[in-house]
């Protein structure tokens, strides 16, 4: 028999550029953190596993705030711990490093707590709405792996995904004719402006536009457990490479798992477009916004006026 698609929540950041824990930050009109929101969407989509990647700094006040609301909603709860010191045998942490090693590695430490199920993956303080939960466990419900891996990822149109705060982090994709995914960049300063959305790789000397219906990745991805295999083969290369040039700061990227895949031939990644618009705060200015557009969504119906939990 299948099994059933659980889902993954990256959790482990403390939101640097935000300040503070922001995964339990209240948003919602009876208090509701962002991430409640996802739970809610995704138990509704027929997840009844979660499997949330933390630290070990975070666990007592995200245990209290978010477990709890978790377990409130029907899920089975499990814990994975994205620690500096989870690295291959043969491997040290670098003097000074304080930086996690990307979302790659997130997936990694999570291995026994994924198992052999599909899976999706979610940032926790990015709100995706419901349609995107809904797509990836119907394809993760009735997809498996043949020649290549059975992936798929849900994109956003990038109009909807940007903040006017600041700069932003998006991964641009390129699909082909049956809407598989070709090649999936990430750019890391995105930024709107009066005639439109540009992104520059120079500090702002040069910039380049991207049309606002590009579709992107906001990390809302369905994998097979192939994946974690293909992320652990790649680690060790990818801290040879980078270690000596970048030991403080390089990142094994969840993205860059699936692009060596896709290269290969390995993958076939599915993008499932989903019609919500993406909501978050990468920065404490985007919280109004964010509260308001839950307020509305509340009174339009599509979440309880009262508490989402219990």
């Known amino acids: 028999m299948r099994e059933k698609p659980i889902l993954v929540i990256m959790a482990a950041g403390m939101g640097s550029r935000y300040g503070g824990l922001k995964q339990i930050d209240p948003v919602g009109p009876s208090g509701e953190a ?9 138990r509704r989509a027929g997840f009844e596993t979660v499997v949330f990647i ?3 700094e975070i666990e007592e006040p995200f245990k209290a705030a978010v477990g709890a609301r978790a377990l409130q909603a029907g899920f089975e709860v499990r814990y994975a711990y994205q620690q500096l010191d989870c690295l291959p045998e043969g491997f040290t942490v670098p003097d000074g490093r304080v930086k996690p090693w990307g979302t790659a ?19 926790a303080d990015d709100y ?5 939960f809904k797509l990836v466990y119907d394809y993760l419900s009735s997809h498996a792996d043949g020649d290549r891996y059975a992936w798929s ?13 600041g700069s932003v982090s998006r991964g641009v994709c390129v ?3 049956h809407s598989n995914l070709v090649s999936v960049t990430e750019r890391t300063c995105i930024e709107p402006y009066d005639g439109g959305i540009h992104y520059t790789e120079d500090g702002g000397a040069n910039w380049t536009d991207l049309p606002a219906d590009t579709v992107v990745s906001m990390n809302l991805w369905g994998f097979t457990p192939g994946y974690v295999a293909e992320a652990k083969a790649g680690f060790v290369a990818f801290l040879k490479e980078n270690l000596p040039v970048n030991p403080l700061k390089c990142e094994y990227y969840l993205p860059s798992v699936v692009t060596a895949a896709l290269q290969r031939g390995d993958a076939d990644v599915h993008v499932l477009t989903s019609p919500d618009k993406w909501h978050g705060i990468t920065y404490r ?16 119906g599509l979440y309880p006026k009262d508490k989402l939990f219990g």
């Open 34 to 42: 962002i991430i409640d929101y996802s739970l809610y969407d995704a």
């Open 54 to 56: 933390i630290k070990h």
């Open 105 to 123: 590695h997130a997936i990694l430490t999570a291995e026994q707590a994924i198992g052999s199920a599909p899976f999706a993956v979610i940032n």
């Open 128 to 132: 995706y709405g419901p349609q995107g």
């Open 153 to 165: 990822m849900v994109g956003f149109l990038l109009g909807n995904t940007v903040s006017a705060n």
């Open 175 to 177: 699909t082909d004719e």
């Open 285 to 300: 200015e985007d919280k109004p916004e964010l509260v308001a557009a839950l307020r509305r969504m509340s009174k339009d």
